[in-house]
């Protein structure tokens, strides 16, 4: 990893709770038809692993490998994946994998690229441990692409607090505009690309959403860096989260947050 980079989320129970929800149909719908069984793809920065294990299902008898550089998450999608055999999760640096050239069919990574300073760097990695010909897949958010109802000065703040938190880290919080000019410097020259969204509405999908950013932006590692780095005083995250609170009992509260696709030919 980076010496600069700080992994902006944080494993805190609240942000497992958001990233276990992920699925291929919610988050990587766009490479759906190319995940044919007997593949072996790569998922770097698999987290908690929901999306690996269902690549695992999907395309059995192909070997699965999901790698992580948080040997706690990495400890945790484990246990989940424990009765596949074609799955394995291991700890590994997104900037030199352990695998030799040309490995994978597939490799593919969800809101990994923008938590890394150099995101063409891994793009390039990627490649490398992909055969010639394979797809190098990935989606991120863009965070300043978000938008909701009712206007709430609370989410407002915390759009301007998340992107300031996250460049902090190293990162790029509006990495889905970006993807396919990283995939160009990396020197992809077959790219497709695609954007899709997070849409939450109903009462469940609020309470859940804007619950878990009530609770994130007061105990996560995101409330640590904003406290410890000056970017934010602990009413600032009072009111952060109590907009939050307020957006998720609002029944007529909506919320849309957009990414950007890449499907690359290696
Ligand atoms: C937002 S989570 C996404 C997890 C998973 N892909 C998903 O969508 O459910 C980003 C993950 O990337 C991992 N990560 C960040 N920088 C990394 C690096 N340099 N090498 C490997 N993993 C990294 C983090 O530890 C974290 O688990």
């Known amino acids: 990893m980076n010496t600069t980079e700080h992994y902006t989320h944080g494993h805190h129970p609240s942000v497992l709770r958001a990233h276990s929800w992920r699925t291929i149909a919610n988050?990587?719908?766009?490479?759906?038809?190319?995940?044919?069984?007997?593949?072996?793809?790569?998922?770097?920065?698999?987290?908690?692993?929901?999306?690996?294990?269902?690549?695992?299902?999907?395309?059995?008898?192909?070997?699965?490998?999901?790698?992580?550089?948080?040997?706690?998450?990495v400890e945790q999608a484990s246990a989940l994946g424990a009765d596949r055999p074609n799955l394995e999760f291991i700890v590994g640096d997104a900037y030199s994998l352990p695998f030799e050239d040309d490995?994978?069919?597939?490799?593919?990574?969800?809101q990994t690229l923008q938590h890394v300073a150099d995101p063409v760097a891994v793009l390039r990695e990627m490649r490398r441990v992909t055969k010639p010909g394979g797809l190098v897949a990935a989606r991120d958010?863009?965070?300043?692409?978000?938008?909701?109802?009712p206007e709430s000065a609370g989410l407002t703040a915390w759009l301007?607090?998340?992107?300031r938190v996250h460049r902090s880290n190293g990162g790029e919080p509006d990495a889905g505009r970006r993807i396919k000019a990283w995939a160009l410097q990396a020197g992809f020259e077959q790219i497709t690309t695609t954007a899709s969204v997070w849409n939450f509405s109903n009462e469940t999908?609020?309470?859940?959403?804007?619950?878990?950013?009530?609770?994130?932006?007061?105990?996560?590692?995101?409330?640590?860096?904003?406290?410890?780095?000056?970017?934010?005083?602990?009413?600032?995250?009072?009111?952060?989260?109590?907009?939050w609170r307020e957006w998720a009992n609002?029944?007529?509260?909506?919320?849309?947050?957009?990414?950007?696709?890449?499907?690359?030919?290696?």
Do not use: N
């Not at 490995?103 to 969800?110: L, N, Q, V, Y």
């Not at 509260?253 to 890449?262: C, Q, S």
């Open 250 to 266: 609002t029944e007529e509260a909506w919320i849309l947050i957009p990414h950007g696709e890449i499907i690359a030919v290696a």
């Open 205 to 243: 999908d609020r309470e859940w959403w804007g619950g878990m950013w009530e609770e994130r932006v007061l105990k996560s590692a995101f409330a640590e860096d904003a406290l410890s780095k000056g970017l934010a005083t602990q009413e600032q995250l009072d009111a952060i989260s109590a907009g």
């Open 160 to 163: 301007d607090l998340y992107e």
């Open 27 to 73: 988050s990587a719908a766009y490479l759906a038809p190319h995940l044919v069984p007997g593949l072996s793809p790569l998922d770097l920065g698999s987290g908690p692993g929901t999306i690996t294990v269902e690549f695992a299902d999907r395309l059995a008898p192909g070997r699965v490998v999901g790698v992580d550089a948080a040997a706690e998450i």
């Open 141 to 149: 958010v863009d965070y300043a692409g978000t938008f909701w109802f």
């Open 103 to 110: 490995t994978f069919d597939i490799s593919h990574a969800h």
